[in-house]
């Protein structure tokens, strides 16, 4: 079975700074997705980025970059710039497949300070 | 071309009562998900639907929960008899097709928050 693992319950960041999430997994699959999903307080659960177990090269969508380790099964979410909006609860998740149902972790926390 | 909708947005209800929560997919989308969220963790896969055919249901936490999609589309989620155990918030994912393209990602609807009394 797999699980997700996010080790920072609760994280901080000064505005524009930036800020580093942590999240391992583990999975006996060799193709499978990731994702990190933000869940702001209002609790619509917003995909921030996505990465292709297949694909080396890292994910970037804007200020958010992912760093993929697939031999040490890590999957960590790089925030730049942090700004205000950015405030919420960050959720690691794994897909098996594309039609399967998503792994969530237990999600971290985290405030941006102005 | 909205988003996922999901209602009643809120719902109390007293113990032993029946709810059902409705969730809207993305146009188009074949795959439908429901998933419970307990407060302060993260969400829990409950079944899946691929059109109208529910695939896998396997968490389901007890009999008293059931889902249906039978025209494919809109999608119920009923709980009978509620228990205070079933207080959450239950969010409801579609996705557009049968693994045939590498885009593929999971659209959440906002959820429904049910309190149980």
């Known amino acids: 079975a797999q699980t997700v693992t996010q080790s920072q319950p609760e994280m901080s960041v000064q505005e524009a700074e930036t800020v580093t999430l942590s999240c391992t997994y583990d999975t006996s699959e060799n193709n499978y997705y990731l994702f990190w999903y933000k869940q702001p307080p209002s609790r619509q659960m917003i995909l921030v980025i996505r990465q292709e177990a297949y694909k080396q090269q890292n994910a970037t969508e804007n200020r958010f970059s992912v760093n993929f380790q697939k031999a040490a099964k890590s999957f960590s979410l790089k925030i730049s710039d942090s700004q205000l909006g950015d405030t919420a609860m960050y959720f690691c998740a794994f897909m098996k497949t594309s039609y399967d149902k998503v792994i969530f972790g237990p999600g971290t926390s985290l405030s941006v300070i102005p | 071309g909205a988003g996922v909708s999901q209602s009643p947005r809120y719902k109390v209800a007293k113990r032993g009562q029946d709810v059902a929560l409705r969730c809207d997919p993305i146009?188009?989308?074949?795959?439908l998900f429901w998933y419970q969220q307990a407060l302060g963790q993260g969400p829990e896969f409950l079944t899946y639907f691929q059109n109208e055919a529910q695939l896998d249901k396997s968490g389901l936490p007890s009999d008293r929960f059931f889902a249906e999609r039978p025209e494919g589309s809109v999608s119920t989620l009923k709980i009978q008899r509620t228990q205070q155990e079933d207080s959450a918030v239950y969010l409801c994912?579609?996705?557009?097709?049968?693994?045939?393209?590498?885009?593929?990602?999971?659209?959440f609807g906002p959820g429904t928050r049910l309190l149980v009394l």
């Open positions: 994912a579609s996705s557009p097709l049968l693994g045939l393209s590498i885009q593929e990602t999971q659209y």
């Open positions: 146009s188009g989308h074949v795959s």
